[in-house]
């Protein structure tokens, strides 16, 4: 049956009565003005055959009309009066919302940053409380942001539901996550896996408590429940993220190798809540990253200079990823990008992150058991060291995500006068696996394709050369830890 069509006699309170629009309505329904959502008055003059009734009906509605208007027209001022408005409070922000879910973690690098991506668009940000657990709103600007950090998993499950633009996490996707959300793209690839920021996780212990250092060994003891009293102190007591935690699985996977965490551990929605309540017991620990201590006290689970974390040499040191799906929002896409620039970077090291920005670097202080080859010395010594180490993604000749932004990092570099006429050098490195000779050769592949890369971007370099397994950066006995060895140093000759 076809539609009904009805006006709007609303003159002066409804702009579809002003403009005399026709309003269709379904055989059934309620002939409401879905403006105003006054009754509304058919349209159309009875056919003929219709009951006497109906027209004598239609007769008085449409004498009615007629002494409203003639009404407003006689009002001593000559103006109708004021029309009756729906009272549902403050008018909802009309910008485009872009929704970011996943890790507590990324999420508080999240919310800053898209408060600076407001201001750069010449924005006044504005920061609410979201209506879910963890959840924060940033408006302001021509785009707002809605930021839910309930843990990594809950990051990819969002995206699967359809109820996020972007996923963070603190932990690279699994292969799993990959097939079950194929529909959105190649989450793994370089064009959807980002590096937002580097992350360093620390233990936090009471304020009051006198450790200054804290061994892997021991550490593990205590997340185990194995050690159960600080030694000359209190009870100890694990306090930990909830599961689907990427920090909680970090430091189980890190110091238990895949053991439990203590049965009794307190758990906490957020890294805010683990702070406090680490803070709140004198035998409490937790690890979270360092960003996040602000009651509690952080010890350092590696004596690791600011190289070996910006080029992630650091076992505690990590990466937190943004997810880009295919179909992907254009303020999406802007916003991630936004996240990665200079000026972005340069907040999250305000926040305690480790940022992407590469410096230049007298060369470190050389390993003497075993001590580097002699060409790896020789080039040392004759060298500045860029902040960075490039890697490329798994079983693959192919730079990684965060590894091609190196490379426009480094070009940046080059720019500067003061590095006028100095040169790249490219030293490649291999994991342990295989044989002494393949590695080798493996190793000045991988220079050798960095250099490629270089060379498209307007940059020869001077040297390029490998090492094979020689000089390791993390134990080969893991493949997180050959992983990281397996890598490019960028030097820059003096």
Known sequence: ?????????????????????????????????????????????????????????????????????????????????????????????????????????????????????????????????????????????????????????????????????????????????????????????????????????????????????????DAAKLLSGETRQWPGGPAARVHSRAPGSATRDFAATRLLKGGAIAADAVSAASSEALDAAVAADPGGIAFLSRAFVSKSKAIPMAAATSLRQETEADPWTRRLYFYIPANASPQAREFDEFARSKPAQKKLEELRFVGQTPEVVPPPVLPVNPPPPPEYTGLASSSERITIDLRFRYASRELDSKALDDLGRIVEILKDPKYAGRHIVLIGFADSSGNPAANLVLSKDRAAAVADELRRRGIQPAVITGFGASLPVAPNDTEEGREKNRRVEVWLRK
């Open 1 to 217: 049956m076809a539609n009904l069509k009805f006006k709007c006699t609303n003159f002066g309170g409804c702009t579809k009565a002003d403009k005399k629009e026709i309003v269709e309505i379904a055989p059934g329904e309620e002939p409401l003005c879905p403006e105003c959502e006054k009754r509304l008055f058919p349209a159309n003059p009875p056919a003929a055959g219709t009951p006497g009734w109906v027209k004598a009906l239609l007769g008085v509605t449409l004498l009615l009309a007629v002494a409203i208007g003639g009404w407003w027209a006689t009002r001593p001022d000559g103006k109708p009066p004021e029309p009756e408005r729906k009272q549902d409070g403050p008018k909802p922000d009309a910008s485009p919302v872009v929704r970011l879910k996943g890790s507590n973690t990324v999420a508080l690098a999240a919310a800053t940053l898209a408060e600076e991506f407001i201001r750069s668009k010449g924005g006044s940000p504005q920061r609410t409380a979201g209506p879910g657990p963890n959840e924060t709103r940033i408006s302001g600007g021509a785009v707002a942001f809605e930021i839910q950090g309930n843990g990594s998993d809950s990051g990819f499950a969002a995206l699967g539901a359809g109820q996020a633009d972007i996923a963070m996490s603190s932990r690279k996707i699994r292969a799993a996550e990959v097939d079950s959300l194929k529909a959105l793209g190649d989450l793994a690839s370089n064009a959807s896996e980002k590096v937002v920021a580097l992350d360093v996780v620390v233990a936090a212990v009471h304020p009051s408590n006198g450790a200054a250092t804290l061994s892997e060994a």
